[in-house]
RNA sequence: GGGCGCGUAGCUCAGUUGGUUAGAGCGCCUGCUUCACACGCAGGAGGUCACAGGUUCGAGUCCUGUCGCGCCCACCA
C-alpha cells in the first residue's frame, strides 16, 4: 500500500464525488434516498455562473450535514435553493467531462438530458427542486412544461393572494430600467451618492413681473411640470398663494399649490411638481389632482409631449433645456450638489421613476405574522444581532411591485377581457370571462418577480399544493444556510410565504454567513469580475483544501478573506495528513500489520500487551475526547472556523508531532498485529473521523484504505459514527506523563539552540527534579528523548557547578554540558527571565495582599494566583542560582 | 437622516459568559535535506488590544465619548 510523497487531490476527488452518488450517501434529507449534491467540486462555466461566495455556502451546508449524518440526527432538512442548482450543475460537468466531454462541449441540451436520466435513477428531492426553481437558475422558459410543480404552486399562492384581496393592480410611480425595459422593486434599486448640481430656475409669475425660483437636480423633467409647490406656511410666499406661474420653454400656465411637500429650509422653498416622474410630485399629484405629463418614455427619450425635445435621449434633454434656460436668462444659479442617484443593480443604469399599471402584494398583513415568529423566538437568527437588520426592515415595509417586463419567468395568471375590461384571475386558463362571458380573453403578459417563486420554496419543493409525505415529514426544516444578501430578498419573504400558506416556520434557524471578499477586501461579485475561479483554485490546491480554507475563515458575523496564501496552507494541511497515512501504512507493511479498525469504534479502549498501557495511548485517546467534546460542541453552534482550528492543531502539533514521533520508536519491525498498534490505528481512524466533515475527500481516501474491506464496517465514512467524548478514553494518568516528556525535550532543544550548538553534536545532560514521576518519565522515553533532542539524560552525570546551561520548568530543571564558550547567550537569557519573573511574583504578591481582592474575587482565582506564586517563586531560585553559577 | 458592524503581531484574522504571562496562519530571523512530509522539522523575534474617560478587586472583553473605516436601509427637490 504504498501512498506518493505528495497529496495530489485531482486524483481522488472525483472519484469519490462519483462514488457518493452511486451509493446515494449525502442527502439533505438523509432518511430518503435523495442525493445531496452540495460537495465542493468544480463547477462548469458552461450552463451557468458560480463563483467563490456559492462555495462558501456549499462548505458550510455540507460541512453541516456530513456532521449531523454521522452523529446520526436524521431530522435535519437544509435548504439552500440555487446553490441545489448550482452544486448539480457542478456534478454533471464533472461526470460528463469524466466521460470524455469537455465542458465546452457539453452544453445544456446534454446537461439537461443528464440531470433528467440522474432524476429517473434516483427520483431524488433536490433535482426536483432544481427544476422548480428554473427562474432563479436562469433556465429557460420551456423547463416549466417540463415539470409544472412549481409553476402550479405559484400560480395557487398568486390566485389565493389575489382572492384575500392581497394583491392589486394598479397605476404607480416605479423603478424602470431602460435598458432592461422592466420596472424594478425597490431592493433591486441601488442607490449611489453622485456629484451633480441644483439649477435654479426661474419661473415667471403669471400677472406680475416677479419670478419663482424653483431649484432641482433634474431640469429635463420641467418639460412635464403641471405645478409648482410653496410651503403653506412660508411666509416669503404669502403673496403668491392663488397664483399661477408660466411654465418657461413649453409655455403653459400651471397652478402655484400649497402643500408640505415644499421643505422651507432646502433650496429656494419652492419645488416644481412633475407628477409623471418624481414618487413625490406623484404623491402630491393625487392630493391636488394635478395632471401628469410623461415627457420621458421607457427607453429614456423625450416624448412627443416634451415639444421640441422630442427623441432626445434624457441626459441630452438636459443638456438642451439648460443651454435654452440660460440663453433666455431663466437660469438663477447653479450649485454643486451631491445627490443620491439610483441605479439598476444589473445594468447599473440610471434608473427612471415612470408611471405604468403594475402587480402589487399588500406587506404589511403578511409581514405581521412573521414579525411575530421571530419575536416569540420560533425563528432564530445566527449570529443574533440579524434579527435587529430583520425588524426594522419588516417595520417599515412597503409594498412589494411583482411584476416584471420580462420574459423569464412565470407569467401572472390574470387575463385580460377584451370586451368588459375584467381581470380574470385563475389557477387554470379561462374560456370565458367570468363576468360578460366573452370569450376574447388576454393574458397579462408580465411575469412575476423572481423572488415570488422563490418566497415558496420551503413548502413548493416538497409537492405543495398536495398534500404530499414529503411535505409532512419536512416542514418546517430546522436550519437555513444564507448570505445576509438575500434576507430581505428571499428570508423574510420565505417566511411570510410559509406562514400565509402553511401556518407555521419555514424554519427555525437561520444561519447567516459572511461574503466571500478577495485578498483587497472587494466583495466577490460575478458583474465586478474579482471572482477566485473555483475551477482553477480546486484544481491548483485540492477541493478539501479550498474548503478547509473557507471554513476556517467562516466566524459568525465576519466576512471571509480568501486567499492563495491560506488555500497554500490548508494544501500543507491536507498534505500533512496525507503523510501522516503514509508513515503509518509503510510502517504496517514493515511490521506486517493488516488493515484494520475497531469492530465498535465509540467502545474502543487503549489495550495494552501484559496488562501495561503505555502513557502517550491514553493521552492520544484522552486528548481524542477532549476534542471530540469541542468539535461536537461548536459545530453545534455553527463555530466552523474553531472547529477546523481544534483539529488542525490537535491533529499537526499533537497527534503527528508528538504521539507519532513517540509511536515511530515503538514499533518494530515483523512484529505483527500488537497492542501498540491497534492503539495506533484506532486512534487515527477516530481523528480521521473528526477531520471528515473538513476534509471529506481525503479522509475518505485514507479511511478506505485503512479499513479492511472484509471487515464489517460502514460503507463510507461518511457514515460511520462521528467521534464523542468518551469516559473510555478519558481516564488518563499518561497526560501528565507526556507533558513531561514535552517539557523534557522542549527544555533540551530549546537549551541547544540557544547555545548555538551543532545538533549534531552529542550532549549529556542532568534532569533536576524532586517529582519521581519525571524522572520515570525521563526513564522510560529514554530513546525518544535521545533521537529527539541529541541529549543524553544521565542522572550520575555531573556537571561543573559554573556550566549554568539550565532550562527550567515548574517541576524541574534540565543542565546540559556545555562549552563555556556558548555560555553568554545563556545568560542573557536568564537575566530577562529573572526580571519577568520578578514582575510576576510582585504581581501576583500585590493581589494577594490585596484585602478586597481576597474578599471579591472567586476562589478559584486567588486559589490558582497562589500556586502561581509559589511556582515563581521556585523558578526564580532557579534562576539565580544559575546566574550565580554562570559568572563564578 | 436612521440602523448595524469593524479598528488586536509586518499581513489576514481568532479571542465563548470580564479572571492570572492575549492566540493562529502567512511572512520574518536562526539552525537542520534525520529513512512520513522542505506543502517539512526544531528554535526564535514581533502586540500600550485605535484614542480618552468610566464601572470593577480585576477590562481586549461591559458603559460613555472622540477619531478612522465599511455595510445596509431611507421618496428630501
Redesign the pocket.
Known sequence: MQLE???EPQRFEPHWAQWWIDAGIFHADVKSDAPVFSLVIPPPNVTGSLHIGHMLEHSLIDCTVRWHRMRGDNTLWLPGTDHAGISTEMMVVRQLASEGTSRNEIGREKFIERVWKWKEQYGGTIIRQMIRMGTSCDWSRERFTMDSGLSRAVREVFVRLWEKGLIYRGEYMVNWCPRCQTVLS??EV??EETAGHLWHIRYPVVGTDRYLVV????PETMLGDTAVAINPRDARYFELHGKTVMLPLMDREIPIILDE???PK???????VTPAH???DFEAGKRHDLPKIKVIDENARMTAEAGRYAGLDRFEARKQVVADLEQRGLIEKIEDYT??VGRCERTKDIVEPLISTQWFVKTKPLAEKAIEVVESGKIGFIPE?WT??YY??MY?IRDWCISRQLWWGHRIPAWHCQDCSKINVAREEPRNCCQCGSARLVQDTDVLDTWFSSQLWPFSTLGWPDDTEDLRKFYPTSLLITGFDILFFWVARMIMAGMEFMGEVPFHQVYIHGLVRDAE?QKMSKTKGNTIDPLVVTEKYGTDAVRLALLM?A?P???I?LSE??M??T??F???IW??A??IF?NMERSGVQPWVPEDLQAYRPEGDEGHVRDEDRWIFSRLSEVAEFVNLAIGQFRY??VA?ELWHFF?HEF??WY??IKKAQLKPESGMTADWRNLLAAFEAALRLLHPVMPFLTEEIWQRLAPATQARPKSIALASYPKQSDAWKTSPGQLKIRYLQNIM?SA??LR??MKLD?KVKLTGVLYSQRPELHDAAKYYEGIIQTGTNVTLDPSYDPAPQSGAVISWPEGDIELNVPQSNLAEQRKRLEKEREQLEK?IA?STRQLG?E??LS???AH?VE??KT?LVD?ETQLAKVRKALNGSSS
Not at 215 to 218: D, F, G, I, L, Q
Not at 266 to 272: E, I, L, Q, R, S
Open positions: 510523497k505528495v497529496y425597490d431592493l441601488k442607490h431649484a432641482t437636480t433634474r411637500l415644499a421643505d432646502f433650496g429656494t422653498g419652492a419645488v416644481k418624481d414618487p413625490n445627490l443620491s444581532n435587529k437588520v426594522e426592515w417599515n477586501r475563515g466566524a458575523g465576519t466576512d478573506v496564501e491560506r497554500e496552507s494544501r500543507a491536507a498534505n500533512k503523510n501522516a503514509r508513515l509503510m472556523h474553531e482550528q499537526w503527528c508531532d507519532l514521533e522542549s532543544r530549546t539552540t540557544e545538533p510576576n504581581n490585596d478586597t481582592f471579591r474575587a472567586p482565582v490558582s494566583i502561581k515563581y
